[in-house]
Nanobody, 121 residues
Framework: QVQLVESGGGLVQPGGSLRLSCAAS????????MGWYRQAPGKQRELVAS???????NYVDSVKGRFTISRDSAKNTVYLQMISLKPEDTAVYYC???????????????WGQGTQVTVSS
């Protein structure tokens, strides 16, 4: 089994910054794409940013220029640096990863439990 554990959420004022981390653990053989999704109250979960194993990145338009995704493959960890935060960034942020476990030839998709980000004065 694989676990994704997020950290780094919290309350921040508009214009502030936060850095989210997500560490994957378990019987991991390989990780393909890792990414961050978010879900605000009453809204659908949306992709915020993703990063492939070849360092290809993808961002939702609303965060381009403000959020940066990065990963440390040696630590099976993905980060989301968020600057110039806005109230509309308030949401639960979820880590997501496509993981191949030891002894398997297939990748499975895993989710973290989520971390709350609140942007408010």
């Amino acid at each position: 089994q694989v676990q994704l554990v997020e950290s780094g959420g919290g309350l921040v004022q508009p214009g502030g910054s936060l850095r989210l981390s997500c560490a994957a653990s378990g019987r991991i053989a390989d990780i393909n794409t890792m990414g961050w999704y978010r879900q605000a109250p009453g809204k659908q979960r949306e992709l915020v940013a993703s990063m492939s194993s070849h360092d290809m990145t993808n961002y939702v338009d609303s965060v381009k220029g403000r959020f940066t995704i990065s990963r440390d493959s040696a630590k099976n960890t993905v980060y989301l640096q968020m600057i110039s935060l806005k109230p509309e960034d308030t949401a639960v942020y979820y880590c997501n990863a496509d993981v191949r476990t030891q002894g398997s030839i297939r990748y499975k998709n895993y989710w973290g439990q989520g971390t709350q980000v609140t942007v408010s004065s």
